[in-house]
Every structure is written in C-alpha cells, then in structure tokens.
C-alpha cells in the first residue's frame, strides 16, 4: 500500500473522509538522507488542517501518530501544534520546510506553497512577528475554503 493512502485511511478513520485537509506527508529519517537499507521502513511526517471543530478548540488533537504499520510509521502533526514547533525552531519539525523535492509524497497547492514561500520567517530565534502571525491566519483561513461543506453544516448547528 502507497504511503499516502495509509495516511489518508488513518485520518479518514480518525474523521471522515473530507473532514480534514492534508497539507503535506514527507519522508524522513534515513531514506530522507539516502542511509537506507533493505531493512529499513519508511518514516514520515506529514501536516494537516482538522475538521473545523478542533480548530475552534472545541475537540482538541495535536497529532495522529503511525505505528509501524506495513513498513511506515511517522507522525501527521495538526497544523496548529506543528506551527507552535516551528516558531519554537523544533530541527525535528523545522526540516520538513527544507527537504529536496524528491522526500515528498504529498503536498497540497495551497497551503504548502504558502508555507515554503515564506520558510525564512522560521528562522528568527523564537520571535513571533507579525510576518508569521500573517502567515498562521492566512493558513488556517484556507481550511474554511477548503472544506466549506463541513464548515456550513459545523456552524448550522451552532445556531
């Protein structure tokens, strides 16, 4: 089974199909560096937009972990808890922005480009500008495009 369909069957089990955006899945680890053996799984990162209810705060996830299962294991981090890891300069996080192009699995057209356009701004020593707040909300905004049929019916039943 291909990486990115194990990701999406975990995070349609976790939510339902359409209910989440994926933003990215990454090899890591030693493929990522070409250090790989005939033995070796594949480990992965990846990002992803939850459904508009853990956006809100009213459920709360920050990531979807994968146990070795048929050869990859990895963590998907909510897009809020990876964001919070990259202004806090985590390296572990901070090389998903940096990987060649080939370690990619997934990415999607919106989000992630947003993203890589404007990687430099992780760099500062854990300042929070106003460049980077930009960039959280501009992000985080894209979900209600991107999944609008979950946000309508999420705020019908506020009402």
Known sequence: MKIRQIVKERLDTEYGANNYHLICIALTGSHAYGMQTKNSDHDIMGLFLPPVDYIFGLKHVEQIVLAKTEGVEGTI???????????????????????????????????????????????????????????????????????????????????
């Open 77 to 159: 981090f909510d897009f809020r808890k990876w964001f919070k890891l990259m202004i806090q300069q985590n390296p572990n996080v901070l090389e998903l922005l940096w990987h060649h192009e080939s370690m990619y699995v997934y990415k999607d057209d919106l989000i992630w480009q947003e993203l890589v356009f404007n990687r430099d701004l992780f760099l500062s020593k854990k300042i929070v500008t106003l460049s980077l707040i930009t960039l959280f909300l501009t992000c985080l905004s894209s979900c209600f495009t991107l999944i609008p049929s979950h946000f309508t019916s999420y705020c019908c039943t506020l009402s």
